[in-house]
């Protein structure tokens, strides 16, 4: 109890007794208002921290019959951010629908589960609020499949991430994903620090992370990019590059192909409760009512869980931006993820991302860590942009800001603990989250997906539903056949099949007007120009669609019979044209 008096007297001294702290069902909460986000970020960290020191008696006592231990709950009031974006359609669409399961986010996590429950011969409903699937951090990201580096063996990041790991390449085999465990170095510059390197290897074996000594020679060998004093380097093989919007939406088309249903700008608003059970789910497109909750939410599963009386943890978004290359450049700065030890800054809570190639051969560089109040504020700033690459030319000297194509944004969802919260709910008995699901959520979502889709079928069975497998589940997906990677026989045969495969449209990328009308006809709708980039990587190369823009707006037009001017470019509501000029007429 003395740590509680403690921090409520520090609290006290730090924001001028406006903040304070309690113990509530085992949760810390953070109560009072502030009008400085970087005031709350500091007053949820010192709860953490003190939070820490609890004793184990303490803490045993909050832990009230062997229940999952509640976290720090942030309460502080602040009235600088904004609502969550709701889509604008107001229809039945989901209106009385009875599934086993309800998924709520069509991020990595929520299709990955949604894909391992079709397993299952089970009614599933997954819920995305936005027009497509990775709109949130599953398509903002690095896309690094990461070997468990910088995480603790008693972190639940830590487990997930390994069992996430190995699961990989089996994984991207029967969805058609491109995978390469092409290794990861953490370079050094001192040489004196070569014994701790070799010492480091039996704590990367203690933690199970297969790693190697490299030397100068070797080093300026096998990546001639790195900068001249880098003259030495920890290996981890079991690094990976994945497509991470590539990979959800596999997993969608799968789960889709076995079974599950899928609405798109379907947002959940709200949801009723009895006894410790969600009973009802509203959204903008009707009320569901689900045996099973699964909340896969990202930067809203605090929310959700506050939705179901079951908020034992809250959310503070993190922003990291990150630098695309044009591909023309790969060869002279990396060939698989390098960073020199120090520009990957832990104490910002990332993993310091670093040079990364990709598996489409761009070179992303970042991304950084900025604590924000806003959940979906994907602006890039030109400082966080240009500040990232000076940071990693100590990485590649060769890199510069001439060399960028593109940027992105993309919002972490961390706890205070900055661990995942993967569970069954604690308040409400028919509930699972997939919460805080920062990095390395896009590699641990497979292995997370194995566990809620087991607690589900549990959950299910305990209240009398009659779980069996779903014997017509299919794990293969057929993927869009790209053009430009085939063989001149199999390219030739595809064409002569369909002579749209013989028309490039996008030039960068070499992608074929067949392979744009594939994507749009595929398990999962899609039918925006974005949309059909993320699908197929047209308009992703150095001229970002100036030329094949308007091509496939005409396509998407005619494919889907609708009028040019209404196409989108992310959503319905982003119309790339106006209306219909004089001439059209
Ligand atoms: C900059 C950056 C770099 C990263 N790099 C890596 C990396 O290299 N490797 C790695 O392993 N991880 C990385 N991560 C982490 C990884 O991207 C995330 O952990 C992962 O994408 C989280 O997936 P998710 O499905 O849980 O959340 P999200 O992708 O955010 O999906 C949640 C979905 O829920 C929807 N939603 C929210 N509220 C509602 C509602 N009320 N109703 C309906 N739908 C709702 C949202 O629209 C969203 O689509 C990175 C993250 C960032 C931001």
């Known amino acids: ?46 709860a953490v921290h003190a939070r820490k020191k609890f004793t184990r008696r303490f803490l045993r006592e909050l832990q009230k019959d062997g229940e999952r231990l509640g976290g720090v709950v942030n309460n502080i009031r602040f009235n600088g951010r904004s609502p969550m974006r709701v889509p604008d359609i107001q ?54 499949v990461h070997p468990g580096v910088d995480l603790h063996k008693g972190q639940w990041k830590y487990r997930y991430n390994m069992r996430g790991n190995a699961l990989y390449e089996k ?3 029967e969805l058609n994903v491109d995978f390469e465990m092409s290794g990861q170095y953490v370079c050094f510059s001192n040489p004196l620090l070569k014994p701790l390197l070799y010492l480091s290897l039996l704590y990367w074996k203690w933690m199970g992370i297969p790693a190697r000594v490299v030397g100068k020679k070797e080093l300026r060998r096998l990546e001639p990019g790195l900068k001249e004093d880098l003259v030495m380097a920890l290996f981890f093989p079991s690094t990976g ?13 799968n789960a889709v192909e076995n079974g599950v249903r899928l609405s798109l700008d ?50 503070h978004p993190r922003a990291g931006s990150s630098a ?26 990332t993993k310091g991302g670093g040079v990364i190639r990709t598996v489409h051969r761009n070179i992303l560089v970042g991304p950084d860590a900025v604590e924000t109040p806003e959940r979906e504020n994907f602006a890039t700033a030109r400082e966080s942009i240009e500040a990232t690459i000076a940071k990693f030319t100590a990485t590649c000297a060769r890199m510069n800001t001439a060399q960028i194509i593109n940027y992105f ?34 590699t641990a979502a497979p292995a997370i997906a194995v566990d809620i889709a087991a607690w589900t079928a549990e959950l299910l069975a305990a209240a009398g539903t009659d779980v069996q497998p779903n014997k017509k589940f299919n794990p293969v997906r057929r993927r869009i056949p790209h053009i430009a990677a085939m063989s001149d026989e199999d390219r030739a045969a595809m064409i002569q099949q369909n002579s749209d495969h013989g028309i490039i449209l996008c030039r960068c990328e070499e992608v074929s007007k067949g392979e744009i009308i594939d994507s749009l006809h595929r398990a999962v709708p899609c039918d925006t120009v974005d949309g059909v980039k993320r699908r197929v990587r047209s308009g992703m190369g150095r001229c970002q669609g100036g030329f094949c823009g308007p091509l496939i707006l005409q396509i998407i037009a005619e494919e889907k019979g ?24």
């Open 324 to 349: 695309i290359l044009d591909k023309k450049f790969t060869r002279a700065l990396v060939r698989t993820c390098a960073a020199k030890i120090g520009t990957a800054s832990k104490s910002a809570h």
């Open 91 to 144: 229809d039945n669409a989901v209106e009385g629908m009875r599934p086993d399961a309800l998924v709520i986010g069509g991020g990595i996590s929520g299709c990955a589960i949604a894909r391992e429950l079709s397993r299952y011969a089970l009614d599933i409903l997954l819920v995305e609020k936005e027009h497509d699937l990775a709109m949130h951090a599953s398509s903002r990201n690095d896309g690094m």
């Open 562 to 585: 609708i009028p040019l001017w209404s196409v989108g470019k992310s959503n319905g509501k982003s119309q790339v044209l106006c209306g219909p000029s004089k001439d059209s007429q």
């Open 409 to 442: 944004t993309g919002i972490r969802s961390p706890t205070w603990e900055e661990d995942f919260v993967v569970c069954k709910g604690r308040r409400c008995a028919n509930i699972i989250h997939a919460a805080g699901i920062q990095s390395p959520g896009l």
């Open 241 to 253: 590059v994945v497509c991470p919007y590539s990979l959800t939406i596999a997993f969608a088309e």
């Open 171 to 173: 994984l991207c085999e």
């Open 266 to 315: 379907t947002a959940v608003l709200d949801m009723e409760t009895s006894e410790g059970r969600v009973t009802a789910v509203k959204t903008n497109r009707g009320t569901v009512y689900p045996k099973v909750v699964i909340n896969a939410a990202g930067v809203f599963s605090d929310e959700v869980a506050a939705m179901a009386g079951d908020r034992f943890f809250s959310i």
């Open 1 to 46: 109890m003395k740590h509680l008096i403690r921090l409520n007297r520090q609290l006290h001294s730090e924001f001028t007794g406006r903040v304070w702290a309690r113990e509530s069902e085992g949760c810390l909460l953070l109560e009072g208002g502030l009008d400085n986000w970087d005031d709350i970020v500091r007053a949820g960290n010192l």
